[in-house]
Structure formats: structure tokens, C-alpha cells
T-cell receptor, first 115, second 114 residues
């Protein structure tokens, strides 16, 4: 068990470009979450999956954002036509309800800077 | 919907002094409560959690938190802090069903001064 992995760690992109982030959860965790964290704020929920099904999306997730989790394993988060306001840390977490353990395990995040 | 309020954005404290980081939550249903810690340039790490049972929960590094239902609080305490405790601390809540995503507070930056 290597924990939750996120790639890349850092991404600098020009406004208007598309970016894609990847998250590899803990293998036995069936739930996967995406959060966004801006400076001085707590993580804000974006979306989550149970296996391959996307169960909930936040209103923060505009039409330019899309997330997938094919085959219930890794997940990708794509942002199209990036804007400066998209600059943030994007955090991925996974969890399992087995054993009554509801704590999330977070990855180290992908820091996006839109210039 | 659930919400979390962390009353202090920054807490400076001298090394070996006690500290309390305050957290209040709002929910119309039973909740689970968590404290996470974030060190610079790292992801969040679970510090401790309250699911049920004893209202006083402890972490392996000396932190403790007490669930107070009547005051809707889950304050984090440590009797003697170390320089290494300097970090951002986040309180989080979700429903006891576990079917809603965690909702986080805005965080409290703990700065331990030598």
C-alpha cells in the first residue's frame, strides 16, 4: 500500500489551455474524492465516486470541469479552457467504509497555476 | 447540510505551552467529526476522529479532542506543544451515515515559537 498518488505535483499552464490530473487511490478503497484548496481556505468538495459511478458533484464543478473513474480504479480530473481563478491545489482522497473506518486518505495534491 | 466553523485562523503559542484549537459544527443529523493536519507542501493527514462511544478521542502524538453535542463543538487540545506541531489544522464533519462527503472548516494555522 503506497497511499494515494497524484500526478503531476505541479502544473503551470497558460489561460485557455486544458489540463488533466490523475489520482491513484489506495487499491482496496472503493470511494474516491476530489477537493480544491485555495490559499487560506479549507478543502472544498468537488466530486466523488463510488467504484466507477460518479455520485455527487458540487456546484463548484462548472461545465469546464469533468472527472472520470474508468473501471473504478484511478481517476482523472480535466479542466478545459483554464482561467486564473482555477489556480489552486487539487486534492484527491480515497476511503473505504469497511470496518467502520470513515477517514479519508489524501494524496499530496496537484498545485495548478494558471498564468 | 453540514458546516464547520474554526474560530481562530492563526494561533501562535510558545513551545511546551498548552494549546486549544476551536471547532464548532452545524448539522441537523448525527455526525462524525475529524481533525486533519497539513504540513507545508503536503496533503492532509488524519489526526483523530470521533465516530461514536467515548466523547474523548486521542491521537498518537499527544493531541486529544472532545465531542460536545450540547455545544456542537469538537475542540482540539494538546497540553504541551513542540516545534514540530507547527502546521495547518482542519476540522471536518460528515453525516453519521457516511454517505456525504467531508465538509471542512477554513483551518487554523498553529505556529509554535521556540
Amino acid at each position: 500500500d503506497t497511499g494515494v498518488s497524484q500526478d503531476p505535483r505541479h502544473k503551470i499552464t497558460k489561460r485557455g489551455q486544458n489540463v488533466t490530473f490523475r489520482c491513484d487511490p489506495i487499491s482496496e478503497h472503493n470511494r474516491l474524492y476530489w477537493y480544491r484548496q485555495t490559499l487560506g481556505q479549507g478543502p472544498e468538495f468537488l466530486t466523488y465516486f463510488q467504484n466507477e459511478a460518479q455520485l455527487e458533484k458540487s456546484r463548484l464543478l462548472s461545465d469546464r470541469f469533468s472527472a472520470e473513474r474508468p473501471k473504478g480504479s484511478f481517476s482523472t480530473l480535466e479542466i478545459q479552457r483554464t482561467e486564473q481563478g482555477d489556480s489552486a491545489m487539487y486534492l484527491c482522497a480515497s476511503s473505504s467504509r469497511q470496518g467502520g473506518n470513515y477517514g479519508y486518505t489524501f494524496g499530496s495534491g496537484t498545485r495548478l497555476t494558471v498564468v | 447540510a453540514q458546516s464547520v466553523t474554526q474560530l481562530d485562523s492563526q494561533v501562535p503559542v510558545f513551545e511546551e505551552a498548552p494549546v486549544e484549537l476551536r471547532c464548532n459544527y452545524s448539522s441537523s443529523v448525527s455526525v462524525y467529526l475529524f481533525w486533519y493536519v497539513q504540513y507545508p507542501n503536503q496533503g492532509l493527514q488524519l489526526l483523530l476522529k470521533y465516530l461514536s462511544g467515548s466523547t474523548l478521542v486521542e491521537s498518537i502524538n499527544g493531541f486529544e479532542a472532545e465531542f460536545n453535542k450540547s455545544q456542537t463543538s469538537f475542540h482540539l487540545r494538546k497540553p504541551s506543544v513542540h516545534i514540530s506541531d507547527t502546521a495547518e489544522y482542519f476540522c471536518a464533519v460528515n453525516t453519521a451515515s457516511g454517505n456525504t462527503p467531508l465538509v471542512f472548516g477554513k483551518g487554523t494555522r498553529l505556529s509554535v515559537i521556540a
